[in-house]
């Protein structure tokens, strides 16, 4: 049930099981740049909704009993994305679930097919400084191990944001708390499973 007294237009105001049972079977597919907040986001939206998140990146890892950048050292990046069409594909088969995917995952026609198939797919939008401000604190990203780390990451946006706006629906994540994120998200999947401003209606 919604929160009482929660303004209607407010994530507050959104009837969740509602949101849920909409869903049916298919899972919310989270896609965008390394670094855009799919983890992070995806596991405060999966507890808010009552549903399991995924990584498939994990999943991979857990699947190969090897970390990404060592797949991408020892075979390839080829070898990866085959691992991860494959990996992805069975994961939808288990929704509904919160599943993050790796930042490449929705460049390929066939992953793209599969979640229109069997899921919700939403672009976490962010600009270049909130990306980068955020990868440089790690080093775990193998496209990103090379002198020209900024470089990269402004070509890989470049080409891949025209892919990226094909998801179902996209929400901008400013360097705003993760849980204010969140509310968009709910905001965003109520107006498209029940029709804007209809959020609240069960
Ligand atoms: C990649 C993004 C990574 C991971 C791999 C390749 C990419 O996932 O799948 O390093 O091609 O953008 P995150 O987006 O979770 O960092």
């Not at 049930?1 to 298919?26: I, Q, Y």
């Not at 998140?53 to 090897?66: K, L, Y």
């Not at 991860?84 to 490449?104: C, D, K, N």
């Not at 097919?113 to 193998?142: H, Q």
Request: negative net charge; charged residues 25%; aromatic residues 4%.
């Amino acid at each position: 049930m919604p929160e009482k007294g929660a303004d209607a237009g407010s994530a507050d105001a959104v009837d969740l099981e509602h949101l849920v049972s909409a869903l049916g079977t298919r899972s919310i597919v989270l896609v965008g740049i390394m670094g855009c907040g799919k983890s992070t986001v995806g596991k405060r939206l999966a507890s808010r909704l009552g549903l399991e998140f995924v990584d498939a990146d994990s999943e991979i890892e857990r699947a190969a009993n090897m970390t990404v950048s060592e797949i991408f050292a020892e075979h390839g990046e080829p070898y990866f994305r085959s691992g991860e069409e494959r990996v992805i594909a069975r994961l939808l088969q288990e929704g509904p679930q919160v599943l993050a995917t790796g930042g490449g995952a929705f460049m390929s026609e066939t992953t793209r097919d599969e979640i229109n198939a069997n899921g919700l797919s939403i672009w976490l939008k962010v600009d270049f400084e909130t990306v980068m401000a955020r990868v440089r604190r790690r080093s775990t990203r193998p496209l990103l191990r090379n002198p020209d780390p900024e470089g990269t990451m402004r070509k890989l946006m470049a080409d891949r944001e025209p892919v990226y706006a094909k998801a179902k629906l996209t929400v901008t994540s400013k360097d705003v708390p993760h849980e204010a994120v969140v509310d968009e998200i709910v905001l965003t999947l109520a107006d498209h499973l029940f029709g804007p401003g209809q959020s609240n209606v069960s």
